[in-house]
């Protein structure tokens, strides 16, 4: 079965920038999806199709993908960016929906 | 404005049975997909099954397959899950999301709690 691996967390300060990676074989191939998750509350799609924003989703957020890796990029971090990202991908050969293991932002 | 509600979640012992529901309101709920996602305390999300916008095509992740069994009436705008042969493990919150166009997971519920205790 497919597998997305990232980072269990990373830290970063208030305005500086934040890189979550979501690394998949051959990810480059596949649209990666990324979830803030705030605690106690449900996921939100915060990057869609590797590199769009939802609507009031703010231009901070970020997004690639290349490769075996995708990246989410937080800009001028806020502390209200603190959660927990996770990226998704469809993967078509077993036609099962796949999430990443989880990245928690913490804002020191 | 979009909203999933889920209920039907609880404390259920080992070997039983739950039935969650989820129901939709503002979009036309019969033309799209839907799916459960659950996240164990303390754990990511493990997506569980996919169901089509007219119920013909059913995915089920390996870890639940012939465990749990997702349906929809969309004349009632509602999705579901029944669950059977529960275990610890499957103690976690439940959520229902709608599947976008190119298969982003773009609207969540906010959950409901299943308990497997004895």
């Known amino acids: 079965s497919y597998v997305l691996t990232q980072p269990p967390s990373v830290s970063v300060a208030p305005g500086q920038t934040a890189r979550i990676t979501c690394g998949g074989n051959?990810?480059?191939?596949?649209?990666v999806h990324w979830y803030q998750q705030k605690p106690g509350q449900a996921p939100v799609l915060v990057v869609y199709?590797?590199?769009d924003r939802p609507s009031g989703i703010p231009e901070r957020f970020s997004g690639s993908n290349s490769g075996n890796t995708a990246t989410l990029t937080i800009s001028r971090v806020e502390a209200g960016d603190e959660a927990d990202y996770y990226c998704?991908?469809?993967?078509?050969?077993?036609?099962?929906?796949?999430f990443g293991t989880g990245t928690k932002v913490t804002v020191l | 404005e979009v909203q999933l509600v889920e209920s039907g979640g609880g404390l259920v012992q080992p070997g039983g049975s739950l039935r969650l529901s989820c129901a939709a309101s503002?979009?036309?709920?019969?033309?799209?997909?839907m799916n459960w996602v659950r996240q164990a305390p303390g754990k990511g999300l493990e997506w569980l099954s996919y169901?089509?916008?007219?119920?013909?095509?059913?995915y089920y992740a390996d870890s639940v397959k012939g465990r749990l069994t997702i349906s929809r009436d969309n004349a009632k705008n509602s999705l579901y899950l029944q669950m059977i042969s529960l275990r610890a493990e499957d103690t976690a919150v439940y959520y229902c999301?709608?599947?976008?166009?190119?298969?982003?997971?773009?609207?969540w519920g906010q959950g409901t709690l299943v308990t497997v205790s004895s």
């Open positions: 999301a709608r599947i976008g166009t190119t298969r982003q997971f773009d609207y």
């Open positions: 503002g979009f036309t709920f019969s033309t799209y997909s």
């Open positions: 169901i089509s916008s007219t119920s013909n095509t059913k």
């Open positions: 051959n990810i480059g191939s596949k649209s």
């Open positions: 199709d590797d590199s």
């Open positions: 998704q991908v469809w993967d078509s050969s077993s036609d099962h929906y796949v």
